[in-house]
């Protein structure tokens, strides 16, 4: 089981990570512009935790922002042999656990 988390938590770091930069507008470049800019842009995310809201600007809707389903739906309900499909019902609602996990793979 706790091989399984370990794999869990990996592999949805590595599904999150192009999801977030994508979302969020991280730019990829070497350029020490761009990786200050991304740097400041991840801060600003974090200061209230401001990622978690689907209209950051407002802080409304905690817990509603898209990326937060989009990584779920790419974690568990991609495919029809994802655990998400598979054990629905374990999906039904998402556990908060399930939550906190995608969001911690987000910062």
Request: hydrophobic share 40%.
């Amino acid at each position: 089981l706790l091989k399984r988390a370990s794999h869990v938590r990996g592999e949805l770091k590595m599904k999150m990570r192009p999801l977030t930069a994508s979302f969020h507008g991280f730019r990829s470049s070497n350029s020490m512009e761009v990786i200050r800019s991304n740097r400041d842009l991840a801060e600003r995310l974090k200061i209230g935790s401001i990622f978690v809201f689907k209209d950051p600007s407002s802080k409304s809707g905690i817990y509603k922002t898209e990326l937060l389903q989009q990584g779920i739906n790419g974690m568990w309900f991609l495919n029809r042999s994802d655990e998400g499909v598979i054990y629905h019902k374990y999906f039904d609602p998402i556990p908060i656990k399930t939550i906190a996990l995608v969001l911690t793979a987000v910062s």
